[in-house]
């Protein structure tokens, strides 16, 4: 029996043919710089989603908004949908 790891729908030998493809193209040397501009990159856009986050919770707060309420709306909402996709998907599995 075979175990094969996917991630994002991409097997473990996908995985490491775009590894190498990057190896290739940029250099082994260039990786680790790539690598931490990413980093650094996707650091300030969850900065910057939560500085928006925070705004927007002050200014309803500020308003009298209660954003826990609303909050649990759209959750209890989002929860269905993934409940109703689960069964259809599930009968579509169960053919196949």
Do not use: C, W, Y
Request: charged letters at 30%.
């Amino acid at each position: 029996m075979i175990l094969h790891t996917t991630f994002l729908f991409i097997g473990t030998t996908e995985v490491m043919f775009i590894l190498f493809i990057v190896v290739m193209v940029f250099g082994a040397d260039k990786i680790p710089d790539i690598a931490r501009g990413m980093g650094k990159g996707m650091r300030t856009l969850r900065d910057a989603t939560n500085d928006l986050k925070s705004e927007i919770t002050k200014t309803a707060e500020k308003n009298g908004i209660n954003t826990t309420e609303h909050t649990k709306a759209f959750t209890d909402e989002v929860q269905k949908v993934k409940d109703e996709l689960e069964e259809t998907i599930g009968s579509v599995k169960r053919k196949l």
